[in-house]
């Protein structure tokens, strides 16, 4: 009768501890359908989905892009990069919006430079001649609408800036014994002659350079190719009106 018993109670524990597991899996079953809903935390576009029908849904299943909080991923020329710091002013133009220029804040600086070659850039056939580039995050701060996600845009990063002062292009600045300055085409009497104007330079980009102090005045007609005229430098000249 023991023997009989022992299996009867062995029997009644494997039932309990079989209706146990049914009611966790079941309780498992009830949270798992409780949570077949997917809610992100915020409003967006749906860039990508990686998610299939008929799979497990594990790990990313897509992806939402804030359409509100825009960013620009670029590149920099190496010798570049000391100049440019967080919270520099860029302006932005793509594309799809022609002369439209939207503001944005300089947000991230790599002190990494890039792995590869910047984007447009072919990979050299001598990786040790390629040029370091470094990763440069750009914030969108003003409005967005006409920006479209993914696409390509054009920054110009402000890292100094000069008002109320004359530029003229970095070409037409020549330097003497550390001293800078121009030439001009002078008019006098109806004679023209070609002069030398001492400068004084302030912020530049790749194209223009601010003339902060000097003798150089508003007016002057630049030579924009002073090295072909140095030698006139002093001299009467005749000027060409339909071509100057």
Not at 69 to 91: H, M, N, S, W
Not at 170 to 175: E, F, K, M, P, Y
């Amino acid at each position: 009768m023991a023997t009989h018993a022992s299996a009867v109670d062995q029997a009644y524990r494997s039932a309990q501890a079989a209706q146990s597991a049914s009611a966790q899996g079941s309780s498992q079953l009830q949270v798992d359908i409780a949570a077949r809903d997917v809610r992100t935390p915020m409003s967006g576009i749906v860039t990508s989905v990686a998610a299939e029908e008929g799979k497990p849904a594990a790990g990313t299943l897509l992806t939402v892009a804030d359409e509100g909080a825009l960013l620009v991923r670029t590149e920099v020329k190496e010798i570049d990069v000391p100049q440019i710091t967080v919270g520099d002013t860029v302006t932005v133009t793509t594309p799809t919006t022609g002369d439209r220029e939207y503001r944005g804040t300089v947000r991230f600086v790599s002190p990494v430079a890039s792995p590869g070659p910047a984007a447009g850039e072919e990979q050299p056939k001598d990786p040790g001649s390629r040029r370091a580039t470094f990763p440069v995050e750009i914030e969108i701060t003003g409005p967005v609408d006409g920006l479209r996600i993914g696409g390509t845009a054009k920054a110009r990063i402000i890292t100094d800036r000069e008002t109320g002062v004359l530029a003229v292009t970095r070409d037409a600045v020549l330097g003497d014994n550390g001293v800078s300055y121009a030439l001009v085409l002078a008019e006098q009497d109806g004679e023209h002659q070609v002069q030398r104007r001492q400068v004084r330079l302030g912020a530049a980009n790749d194209i223009d350079v601010a003339v902060v102090d000097g003798e150089l005045a508003d007016g002057d007609r630049v030579i924009t190719q002073p090295s072909e005229f140095q030698e006139f430098e002093g001299q009467d000249v005749a000027v060409d009106d339909a071509r100057d």
